[in-house]
């Protein structure tokens, strides 16, 4: 294992493990924890229990294969056969990081087509990019700027298998369908019969390249009854769909790429507008590739054999060599079984807790989603690599819960992958702090590879993704206490916390900074102009602020004063009877059911964050208890849940903590695929994957001030044995 020492902890009530481990202990100062255990867990058995079988079509449970930066999603035929049918479940996508494209236009729209200028409560103006009703310029360049660029389908890659009368078999007609995604090997085998003649697709995903390769074995091939496909799509400017357009064929081209890669390979060059990128196809002896239509290929095997083998590349550039069928299975296999070894993992096989396998579940297929949808060089949008969800952009208030879980499980470098963009787009994030009239940096919401801020009547006015820069930094430093690690972060740490210094307003009268209008909290449905002091955003400044302060002195710098100013007098979380407000402005919040739904990110002031000065752990826990019994948790999102158990187990409420992870309610909701369902709109929500790796991490391996106990946030009751290995202690 790298990064940490491998470790293992247990707890079960009355086991002879359990009184090993409070001999020998489970703490340590950098989040790791040490301890001795005659018991390993078994990590091949562990993760291989819970490989996915389908025996028949689900359009809500296709199965992805991908490297972080690139993801393939098929259907039941083990390819993307059946794109329509599964349009409105899990789609079948192909998207990369890379893979983005620009509706053309000659308006040369800017933000400051879009803004609106907000008053602010100390008297200053402040321009917003915001959305717009109506007609005219404003409304033609608020939709132009929220749609480009959009994430592209870079293809679909699919099967073509004919009945003996030489109709196209449907989904619905495949027959003995058993699909397997192996966890272990990365691997999608699927069999399945057609008019009882058998068909076997293997299916694997490079991990270095972004690519896939597959093996198809059926007499159909020899009885000329089987073709692989290829279809190209134009860039669809739509909020939540596949993110392909099918109807615009005369807007981009696919033409033969001059190519030196020898026999049975073809680069072919995809043109959308300004976007290039090449598709690379490789096959077996004696198959033949032709264009049927103008974005339309058919790859045909061989009459006198039984199975093929193919490759896709998908590339900026053209490709000097696509990896064959070997190669890719080769990489899969190695970099599949190195992540599930070398990370780490939690085992609740000895659990008589009805509860505990399927968590396991949860966990284990969490894991593979967050690896191969949220682990590259960009923060991820919420439905990852398989779909659009806002137009393919990301959402920096939710990177935090698709990478600190990264850091916790001994992964540190999936999450430093999307580190270096934060360096990127720095200019963009500091020219957005002059615009308004603040210091340092403001941190775009909806955003785009080049740091583009996107219009919305809510985003700009979002606050609380200003801190997480800094949350992530110091999780590497914990991980990677050296002067590399404070050198390569301090100016995100810094200007982040310059931002920080100068957003609050000074109120003479009480002599207190506040987090005042125009501002829109996590729980959104606050009106921007009508909020002050939210708590989880106070908390959030007190704690940020704090860890910027503390890389001053790790660097031999002095105290920033104006931090210390604003820490010291930063306005304290608003109370009425005994309860938290969700906004100092809203003392009706816990009356009016109106307030009652959304995010209760409250309780994110001590769970997400640690414990600190500004929390009154009695208040809070009535607050948490309050929000338990009456909330409206069908208006709540998949990470909800997993924030809640965290703020339970820091209160001392293990039970609460695993009956919040099991919450009934629709967007608690974890497919066969693993994916976390939302609603009709959005089939799948990686915050909820992400947030669930976080929230269970840290109630196994604990958090700074846990009781010094195995697994402190799960319950001590003797239902529950958590076996655990290489995870590091949250904040």
Not at 92 to 119: C, F, K, M, R
Not at 130 to 138: E, L
Not at 172 to 200: A, C, F, M
Not at 468 to 492: C, G, M, W
Request: glycine share 8%; aromatic share 12%.
């Amino acid at each position: 294992m790298r990064g940490s020492k491998r470790v293992l902890c247990v707890v079960s009530k009355y086991t002879a493990a359990f009184a090993l481990v409070l001999l020998f202990g489970c703490s340590a100062s950098d989040g790791t924890t040490t301890g001795s255990t005659p018991e390993k867990i078994d990590r091949q058995a562990l993760v291989s229990r819970h490989n996915i079988t389908l025996t028949a079509p689900d359009t809500l449970a296709s199965l992805s294969v991908g490297n972080g930066g690139f993801a393939f999603t098929v259907d039941v035929s083990g390819l993307q056969s059946y794109p329509q049918y599964y349009e409105n479940g899990v789609p079948l996508g192909t998207q990369s990081q890379w893979g983005w494209h620009v509706i053309p236009t000659d308006q040369n729209y800017t933000l400051e087509d879009v803004a609106q200028y907000d008053t602010a409560a100390n008297g200053r103006v402040i321009p917003f990019p915001v959305q717009h009703k109506g007609a005219g310029r404003k409304v033609d360049a608020m939709d132009w700027l929220r749609a480009n660029p959009h994430r592209l389908h870079l293809g679909v890659v699919g099967l073509v298998l004919l009945k003996e009368n030489g109709e196209q078999v449907q989904v619905n007609e495949l027959q003995n369908v058993h699909q397997k995604l192996d966890l272990w090997s990365g691997k999608i085998e699927s069999r399945y019969e057609v008019e009882g003649v058998p068909v076997t697709v293997e299916l694997y995903g490079h991990q270095e390249k972004d690519g896939l390769a597959a093996r198809i074995t059926s007499p159909l091939i020899s009885r000329q009854k089987l073709k692989v496909t290829l279809r190209f799509p134009y860039g669809a400017e739509c909020h939540v769909c596949p993110g392909y357009d099918w109807e615009s064929q005369e807007r981009h081209t696919t033409t033969l790429a001059p190519s030196e890669a020898g026999v049975n390979q073809v680069q072919l060059k995809r043109q959308l507008d300004s976007t290039i990128y090449y598709t690379g196809i490789r096959w077996s002896e004696k198959g033949q590739l032709d264009q049927k239509e103008r974005h339309y290929f058919e790859l045909t095997p061989s009459a006198d054999q039984e199975s093929m083998e193919f490759s896709v590349l998908f590339s900026q550039r053209q490709a000097s060599d696509i990896p064959d069928y070997e190669a890719t299975q080769a990489s899969s296999k190695t970099n599949w079984q190195r992540f599930w070894t070398e990370g780490g993992a939690i085992d609740f096989s000895g659990s008589t807790d009805p509860r505990a396998q399927e968590l396991e579940r949860r966990v284990v297929l969490s894991q593979y989603l967050t690896r191969i949808q949220c682990a590259g060089n960009l923060p991820p949008q919420e439905t990852g690599l398989t779909m659009n969800s806002w137009y393919g952009k990301h959402h920096l208030e939710m990177h935090w819960w698709h990478g600190v879980h990264f850091a916790l499980w001994d992964r540190l470098e999936l999450l430093k992958k999307s580190l270096p963009w934060y360096h990127k787009v720095l200019p963009k994030a500091r020219a957005t702090a002059r615009w308004q009239g603040y210091e340092g940096v403001r941190w775009q919401k909806m955003t785009d590879p080049a740091g583009n801020e996107s219009p919305s009547s809510i985003g700009p006015y979002l606050i609380w993704q200003q801190p997480h820069i800094i949350y992530f930094s110091e999780l590497v430093y914990r991980q990677r206490p050296n002067q590399a690690t404070l050198e390569k972060y301090r100016d995100l740490v810094f200007e982040t916390a310059d931002f920080m210094a100068s957003f609050p307003t000074y109120d003479a009268g009480d002599q207190r900074y506040h987090l005042a209008a125009p501002l829109i909290p996590a729980q959104e449905l606050f009106p921007a102009h009508e909020t002050n002091d939210p708590p989880f955003e106070l908390a959030y400044w007190h704690y940020a602020l704090s860890v910027a302060q503390e890389w001053r002195k790790r660097l031999g710098l002095p105290e920033n004063e104006k931090w210390q100013a604003v820490m010291d007098q930063l306005a304290p979380l608003a109370i009425k009877d005994s309860l938290y407000l969700p906004s100092a402005t809203h003392p009706q919040a816990y009356q009016d059911d109106s307030f009652r739904h959304d995010h209760p990110v409250v309780v994110g002031a001590y769970g997400v964050l640690p414990l600190s000065e500004k929390i009154d752990t009695a208040v809070m826990l009535h607050t948490f208890n309050e929000i338990l019994d009456k909330w409206q948790w069908e208006t709540t999102w998949g990470w909800d849940y997993p924030m809640m158990a965290m703020s339970a187990a820091r209160l001392g409420e293990p039970e609460k903590a695993v009956a919040a992870l099991f919450m009934d309610t629709q967007k608690n909701t974890y497919l066969p695929n693993g994916h976390n369902y939302q609603d009709k709109r959005l089939r799948i929500y990686l915050p909820g994957n992400g947030g669930l790796l976080t929230a269970v991490a840290m109630m196994a391996a604990g958090w700074d001030g846990a009781p010094d106990k195995p697994a402190p946030g799960f319950p001590d009751n003797g239902k529950w044995k958590v076996k655990w290995e290489g995870l590091h202690k949250m904040p």
